[in-house]
């Protein structure tokens, strides 16, 4: 088990243009997560996927951005037109949904955007 | 924005010290988490707390989860220069996590 781990660890845009990450789980997980962290601040929730279906998506993630898991293993995350509000730590995480309660959730390294 | 208050914001420690730190919270919470962050990397989980007045324990540190469900502090024992780095609290009720703003910890020159 290699953990998660998310692609690229840096990136480096100018405004305007489109940016997309990779984020792959812990292969056996079936949840998967995404959050950003700004500095000073703990990580905030955008969305997450139960296998291929995205449940739940959070105020912060405006209409700009977009993710997916088309097969219920990797995840991409894509922000067009990008501000440098968008200036931020990405990361993914995942965690093994049994039905047990347990939200026990490993992180990856993270994405570093920086929007210029 | 966040819902968990971390206490302290930062510390020093020398090495050999204990050191607690704590986090609090309006709501209630089902799971206290707590990670630690190196910079330029992801948090890594430490401790998970899934009972209130739970007790737990992972080498030097120990974690409690509160009676009320709207704390938890985490201990760090005989404290090592590897120990620096920013400590989180989570909460969760379901699949999200609700983080603190963290705790830094620093060695004392």
């Known amino acids: 088990d290699t953990g998660v781990s998310q692609d690229p660890r840096h990136k480096i845009t100018k405004r305007g243009q489109n940016v997309t990450f990779r984020c792959d789980p812990i292969s056996e997980h079936n949840r998967l997560y995404w959050y950003r962290q700004t500095l000073g601040q703990g990580p905030e929730f955008l969305t997450y996927f139960q296998n291929e279906a995205q449940l739940e998506k959070s105020r912060l993630l405006s209409d700009r951005f977009s993710a997916e898991r088309p097969k219920g293993s990797f995840s991409t995350l894509e922000i067009q037109r990008t501000e440098q509000g968008d200036s931020a730590m990405y990361l993914c995480?995942?965690?093994?949904?049994?039905?047990?309660?347990?939200?026990?959730?490993?992180f990856g390294p993270g994405t570093r955007l920086t929007v210029t | 924005g966040q819902q968990l208050n971390q206490s302290p914001q930062s510390m020093f420690i020398q090495e050999g010290e204990d050191v607690s730190m704590n986090c609090t919270s309006s709501s209630i919470f089902n799971t206290w988490l707590w990670y630690k962050q190196d910079p330029g990397e992801g948090p890594v989980l430490l401790i998970a707390?899934?009972?209130?007045?739970e007790l737990t324990s992972n080498g030097r540190l120990t974690a409690q989860f509160g009676i009320t469900r709207k704390d938890s502090f985490l201990n760090i024992s005989a404290s090592i220069p590897s120990d620096v780095g920013i400590y989180f609290c989570a909460g969760s009720n379901d699949y999200k996590l609700s983080f603190g703003a963290g705790t830094t910890v620093t060695v004392r020159a």
């Open positions: 995480a995942s965690s093994l949904e049994l039905g047990t309660g347990s939200y026990e959730q490993y």
């Open positions: 707390l899934y009972k209130a007045g």
